[in-house]
DNA sequence: CGCACCGTTGAAAATGGTCAACTAGGGTGG
DNA sequence: CCACCCTAGTTGACCATTTTCAACGGTGCG
């Protein structure tokens, strides 16, 4: 089940049984979070950094007004956090958006792990510089786009993450999240996002299954979006698997 | 000059005369740039690390459509590009918003004195975390408020920072920015940003002369602005300072 | 069966964008 | 020194996008 990590982090740079192993052997505990409940919540020091292994996660922050602003989604092989630990407090939280199943690392045992293997300190590196590319490419995308565009971009990052780590196949993919939950990533009401993707369905863009999402023409979908890639940093690039 | 990075990096941590030293020591070349102009251009793949000394400038990225996005506001002691050149290619540009003075770190000179000095080390780390954390805070900003508390709580956020550099005294600090340059960080047009202005100073939150904003009452433009200074991971409190 | 959650719809209202014009100030060339 | 021009800030009127509120239908589950 660690093995999507190894997808993940494969994208950078090929790993050796020998890393594999170390990364491995350096888990401590995994565990499972229900949807909503929190992997590691504001103002905590956690101990550990986490790995998510199956399932969908969210970073988010609490508004005053009690509404909340989810800053990026974590999706199997994610990292949580690396470096955020290092900071006195966690100045956000992260939530479980799905069910989901987490390991986690010590945090020393990684640190020196990190040290002593040169290989994976790169890929992890590598791993948390892409996470703040994906974190700016979100600020533009607010920032600039209206709703329509908006949507369409963030559905073409799904579609090259989850293929990344081997979780879509043929354009379809699994998107385990309610509206609201999308709605609060894309600075939107539900309302809207649920008018905007009856939008993209009539205009053919995507097709929407219950919880999955199915991209005939990517071309297209990116042409609208205005989506370029390059932010992602898929240094190798890699085609569609099968969920294992 | 160089000054006032040691302002910076001393919210987190005191350095010692030899780590200034170093710090000054490392320093290649001292560049000044023109509004508007490049300091590191996307595409790119710089050679050293910038620093910058005087004036403001801006993270950015051009949309499909020509618009221009601000991602970041860099002021003097802000380091431009510590991580990112590790990555293959710069995914974004750094531009110049008023006249600016640049320092130049070699790349390999920088890396030897952060792996050998364990303090100046963690304090460089330390800026790029608190750099993260604005730009999460930038998001929920963008994405969660509406356009006269997000413009409030981009100014609470220049007043600490400049504060903490030294830049402002009693409240008052100098913003060298155009309103569009404004407008192009927060998502919103020129002529919004100019009527919201318009709107807090009516409400007697802020007062703008110039080129220089001036907060009287602080605590009311920050419970306007919904604002919690704990993002920015100012370790050491710091009062007023004059400008040098 | 009933409750809770999610997606969906309609209509009204608010927020912010666009367009166009006008002003004020600073620099430049005649 | 003045006319000119460019930029930045400002204003008004109109329009587009998006939010809000309220309601309804389906579905899964205790």
Known sequence: MIEVVFAKLEQFTPLTAEDKDALRAAVTTIEAFAPRQDIVSEGARPDGVHLLLEGWAGRYKTLEDGARHTMAFLIPGDLCDVQITLLD???????????????????????????????????LMWATLVDEAIL???LVNLGGRKADRRL???????????????????????????QEQLADSLGMSPVHVNRTLQDLRARQLIRWEGK??????VEQLMAFAGFDPTYLHQVRSRTDRCDD
């Open 89 to 123: 407090v966690m100045d956000h939280s992260i939530g479980a958006l799905s069910s989901c199943r987490v390991a986690t690392f010590g945090r020393e045992t990684l640190a020196t792990l990190m040290g002593e293997n040169e290989r994976l300190g790169a890929a």
């Open 212 to 217: 999955h999402v199915r991209i005939e023409d």
């Open 136 to 138: 700016r490419e979100w």
């Open 152 to 178: 369409a971009h963030l559905l073409c990052e799904m579609l090259l993450r989850t293929q990344a780590v081997g979780q879509s196949a043929n354009g379809k993919f699994e998107v385990p999240l309610t």
